[in-house]
């Protein structure tokens, strides 16, 4: 299905915007009002530089408060409405957005509605245009869609239809049985389609609208179920995307734009109307990358960790630490440092330590790779040396570079085979693994990771939760894969300029967290030190065997529980922006310790300011 994107949901000037749209491969575009009379451009030359790019004008919009109105207003709104469209006649756009009235002047009568919009689409008709009635979800009278399509319905004009706005309809219905009488529309009088998602929220509507829509696949409305109904009542124009979101209006329209047209590419596959490759979802980390500018400080703290360095790569200054199934690799080379300053685009800590990359296990990774291609995350430029494994890797919203790959699979190539294994002693344990390795996002990119996780990559995306700390709120979602070999928490902070505040960690699984602590306390290794209230607290809400609470607060091992099982976790101090964090689930456990974040990041807040790292 041809494609398109509100101006609005963009940020930039309008060029920047038209821009954008066409290199994420939009069909059309709506012009909003607003981004035509701020710019310098005449509207014969917003026509010519949308015909360069192979954009089409699907829509002009909006015009409001046009209908239901006494005599002498509503010959004003006609005087009016014949200004735009001359104006749209050179814009070369043949539809018009009419939003339902929410003027005071007013009135709640659909026969006089129903005879201007007649009159309006009389005149709209003179000039080749098709007017789109559409009702908001705060109209003064006409707020839902069946109210607004009554009214087009008694009007029964060539030249009148409706438009329908996923949010508008979404945001007031009260289940599925509200949307099935969409089917019962003429499909030639939908006029046009409008798509936005949103978080849900206990908030005023317009508020709500204003602020907080989103593409679909990032909120909790059944956009795709809305789209189903429209399609079956014969509707065959674009799937438009009208998205108010202020991080939307903030962020780059580039990347913007990618991740609108992503989740139009999932949602037509959600629907069976586009065939996309089909997911490869990763089983298990394989590895995570580390990049330092001084790589004693990591050796240190991964050798407490019971880490052992056991080979180095052939071509590149790259180590490999083991124990059990969880791998680092330490990578001092200068153009890896290079990339992560590039992506955190020049912040970096002192020394430079940052997750820069992700090996990801996969059955089949040229169809992840297939997929990701498919869905606008292409596969990154490599340099290989002769003899190297040709793995892929694709770059996640923050940059995080993602690598496709298969470790000891017989029949692909195997990234450890590009390594030379070097003299060592045994590592510390055998049944340690990567548990999950925490992302902090961009201020601007959170929801699209989560899709970008969960369409490209083929993960589950659980419920959103709210985070208290010491400086403000910090949101996070978890994604997964099925089996729970694949964990990302993705978490943001409320600040726009916080982003580079919390470090990234890698979350080691093991049989025995108490082991594992006193490990590294004894290797001189020192854990991020826990309050003395806590584990007061927790003396009040759980029973302890005797001695197991004092051995937790010795080793600053924090303490959870869920209706699947215990969890049990500490912390290491931070190198640059990496941490670590030892955990033992027992008995199903399935969450992230979420109850314990607050006193976490607290200490950490509190280590900083002591020693500044």
């Not at 979404?170 to 529309?185: N, Y």
């Not at 206990?202 to 990032?218: E, K």
């Not at 003395?532 to 197991?548: C, K, P």
């Amino acid at each position: 299905m041809r494609t398109s994107i509100a101006t609005v949901s963009l940020s930039g000037t309008l060029t920047e915007k038209l821009t954008a749209a066409a290199r994420a491969g939009f069909d059309g575009v709506e012009i909003f009002e607003n981004d035509l009379l701020a710019g310098p451009l005449a509207p014969d030359e917003i026509r010519a530089r949308c015909a360069d790019l192979g954009l089409t004008v699907d829509l002009y919009q909006p015009v409001r408060d046009v209908e239901a109105v006494p005599a002498d207003e509503f010959a004003r709104n006609l005087r009016r409405a014949r200004h735009k469209f001359q104006l749209m006649e050179r814009l070369g756009a043949d539809t018009v957005l009419v939003c339902s009235s929410v003027s005071p002047l007013a009135r709640d009568d659909d026969a006089l509605a129903a005879a201007q919009l007649s009159e309006l689409a009389d005149l709209a008709q003179d000039f080749g245009i098709r007017v789109a009635y559409e009702a908001l979800a705060w109209g003064r009278h006409v707020s839902t869609w069946d109210h607004a399509w009554r009214i087009v319905e008694t009007a029964a004009h060539p030249a009148l239809g409706t438009c329908l706005d996923s949010f508008h309809i979404l945001s007031r219905s009260s289940g599925p049985k509200d949307l099935d009488a969409i089917e019962d529309i003429p499909g030639e009088k939908i006029f046009f389609l409008q798509l936005a998602d949103a978080p849900l929220l206990g908030m005023d509507v317009l508020q709500w609208s204003r602020h907080h829509r989103c593409f679909p696949g990032q909120g909790g409305f059944d956009v795709a179920g809305l789209v189903a109904r429209v399609l079956r009542a014969g509707y065959d124009g674009p799937l438009s995307l009208e998205v108010f979101n202020d991080v939307f209006r903030q962020a780059e329209a580039g990347p913007t734009a990618v991740d609108a047209r992503r989740s139009l590419l999932l949602l037509q596959e959600e629907l069976g109307v586009e065939v996309l490759p089909a997911p490869a979802p990763p089983s298990a980390v394989a590895f995570a990358e580390l990049v330092t500018q001084d790589a004693d400080p990591v050796a240190a703290l991964l050798g407490g960790l019971g880490f052992t360095r056991t080979a180095r790569h052939r071509g590149k200054p790259v180590d490999l630490w083991e124990q059990g199934e969880a791998r680092i690799l330490v990578n001092t080379g200068g153009a890896a440092l290079a990339r992560s300053r590039h992506r955190s685009r020049g912040k970096s800590p002192a020394d430079g330590t940052a997750v820069a990359a992700i090996g990801l296990e996969s059955a089949d990774p040229a169809a992840a790779a297939r997929r990701a291609e498919a869905l606008l995350a292409p596969v990154l430029p490599r340099r290989r040396a002769e003899g190297d494994a040709p793995l892929d890797a694709v770059a996640a919203p923050d940059g995080t570079e993602l690598f496709l790959c298969a470790t000891r699979r017989p029949g692909l190539p195997d990234w450890r085979a590009d390594f030379e294994d070097v003299p060592h002693a045994p590592a510390a344990a055998d049944d340690v693994r990567i548990d999950h390795v925490a992302l902090t996002q961009p201020w601007h990119r959170f929801d699209e990771a989560v899709l970008f996780h969960r369409g490209v990559l083929g993960l589950d995306a659980e419920e959103s939760v709210d985070v208290a700390d010491p400086y403000g709120l910090l949101r996070s979602r978890a994604v997964t894969d099925a089996g729970g070999g694949v964990r990302f928490p993705l978490t943001v902070a409320a600040a726009p300029g916080d982003d580079t505040a919390h470090a990234r960690h890698i979350a080691l699984g093991t049989g025995d967290v108490v082991a594992a602590a006193r490990r590294l306390v004894e290797a001189g290794c020192r854990p991020l030190p826990i309050p003395v209230n806590y584990y007061d607290d927790l003396a009040a809400r759980f029973e302890f065997a005797d001695g197991e609470l004092e051995t937790y607060r010795d080793l600053g091992i924090l303490y959870d529980r869920d209706a699947h099982g215990v969890f049990r976790h500490c912390y290491t101090r931070t190198v640059g922006r990496v941490f670590f964090e030892l955990v033992q689930r027992d008995g199903g456990y399935r969450g992230y310790g979420a109850a314990n974040a607050p006193v976490r990041l607290a200490a950490q807040h509190a280590v900083h300011r002591l020693t500044g790292g």
